[in-house]
């Protein structure tokens, strides 16, 4: 993949408005372009259409669990150019705690 020029673009896949306004403000204050998704649907969407570059995803969304977000991002062959990382306000299982994170090339 040919990196992009211009700011990371971050989507913020979470369906909790304060935790999302939070986010936001703080990664936009350090130059980040961000857009947010509040369900697995749309950020798959997003994320498809190669509009963003990184991901903060909620392991506990509504309509699907974010691990099988990640699964479906790498089924697709969607590119991203940074890794994945999670925010979550409820615990997940012990075995989905945590991910592997791709190899950025």
């Known amino acids: 993949m040919t990196p992009r020029a211009g700011p990371l673009r971050v ?9 999302v306004r939070f986010l936001s403000a703080s990664l936009e204050s350090e130059g980040y372009l961000v857009s947010a998704a509040g369900d697995a649907r749309t950020a798959l969407d997003i994320v498809r259409r190669g509009a963003a ?8 969304l ?12 790498r089924e697709s062959g969607a590119s991203y150019r ?4 999670q925010a979550g306000k409820r615990k997940a299982p012990r075995s989905k705690r945590s991910i592997a994170a791709p190899t950025i090339t």
């Open 11 to 19: 989507l913020i896949v979470d369906d909790e408005p304060a935790i």
């Open 53 to 60: 570059d990184l991901l903060v995803l909620d392991l506990g």
């Open 62 to 73: 509504p309509d699907m669990d974010g691990l099988d977000v990640v699964k479906r991002i």
């Open 82 to 85: 940074s890794s994945y990382f």
